[in-house]
C-alpha cells in the first residue's frame, strides 16, 4: 500500500517559469511533511518541510503548500532554474510517538528545467 | 553539522556472496539511524532503523539484515545475495525526528 504518491514520474520545465510538484497520501496520522531533492548516484538532500499546523512554509524560491483536507502537498519552485533538475521525493512521518523519524517516501518526480 | 559516511560507492557482487555495508555518522551522538534502498524505477523503501546500540527493528520481510555494533556505526548485511537485492542503499541518520541526513549511497548489483 503506497502511502505517499507522486502520481507525475516526470516534470518538464522552462527556466525561469514556475515547477510545481505535486504529492498524495492517505495516511491521515502524518503530521510532518519533507521534500529531499536528489542528483544522481548521490543521496538525497533536505530541500524544506512543512508541519500540519501550517498550510504554507517558505524558504527562499522553493515554497510547500499543504492542504490537509485533501492529503495534498505540492512544492513550488519559482523561479525554476537549470541547476534544479534533480528527482524529488516527497515524504511523510508521524512526528513523535514511536515513529523515530522513520519516513515514509513517494516514487519521486523527475525535474528537468530547461535554459 | 551531521555527516554521514557510506561505502563502497558501487559494488558488484556474484549471486549467494554475502554482503556487508557500513555508515558511520559524524556530528552527532545517539542518533536514530535508518537503511533505505531505491530498486529501480521505484521510491525510498525504508528497511531498517534503529534508535540505539543492539536496537534493530526490520520494516520488511527479506533477505538482509541489519547491526548496530557501535553509536554511531550501522551495518547492513547479507549471507547469500540474491538478484532482488540490486538496488541502490542509502544510510540515514537524524538526532531529530523531523529530518534525515543522507549518505551517497551505494550502489549495488548482482549478478
Known amino acids: 500500500d503506497q502511502q505517499v504518491k507522486q502520481n507525475s514520474p516526470s516534470l518538464s520545465v522552462q527556466e525561469g517559469r514556475i515547477s510545481i510538484l505535486n504529492c498524495d497520501y492517505t495516511n491521515s496520522m502524518f503530521d510532518y511533511f519533507l521534500w529531499y531533492k536528489k542528483y544522481p548516484a548521490e543521496g538525497p538532500t533536505f530541500l524544506i518541510s512543512?508541519?500540519?499546523?501550517?498550510d504554507k512554509n517558505e524558504d527562499g524560491r522553493f515554497t510547500v503548500f499543504l492542504n490537509k483536507s485533501a492529503k495534498h502537498l505540492s512544492l513550488h519552485i519559482v523561479p525554476s532554474q537549470p541547476g534544479d533538475s534533480a528527482v524529488y521525493f516527497c515524504a511523510a512521518t508521524i512526528a513523535g510517538g514511536t515513529s523515530y523519524g522513520k519516513l515514509t517516501f513517494g516514487q519521486g518526480t523527475i525535474l528537468t528545467v530547461h535554459p | 553539522s551531521q555527516t554521514i559516511h557510506q561505502w563502497p560507492a558501487t559494488l558488484v557482487q556474484p549471486v549467494g556472496s554475502p554482503l556487508s555495508l557500513e555508515c558511520t555518522v559524524e556530528g552527532t551522538s545517539n542518533p536514530n539511524l535508518y537503511w533505505y534502498r531505491q530498486a529501480a524505477g521505484r521510491g525510498l523503501q525504508l528497511l531498517f532503523y534503529?534508535?540505539?546500540?543492539?536496537?534493530i527493528s526490520s520494516e520488511v520481510p527479506q533477505n538482509l539484515s541489519a547491526s548496530r555494533p557501535q553509536d554511531r556505526q550501522f551495518i547492513l548485511s547479507s549471507k547469500k545475495l540474491l538478484l532482488s537485492d540490486s538496488g541502490f542503499y542509502l544510510c540515514a541518520g537524524g538526532r531529530r525526528y523531523t529530518e534525515a541526513f543522507f549518505g551517497q549511497g551505494t550502489r549495488l548489483t548482482v549478478v
Open positions: 534503529s534508535v540505539g546500540i543492539g536496537q
Open positions: 512543512i508541519s500540519s499546523i501550517k
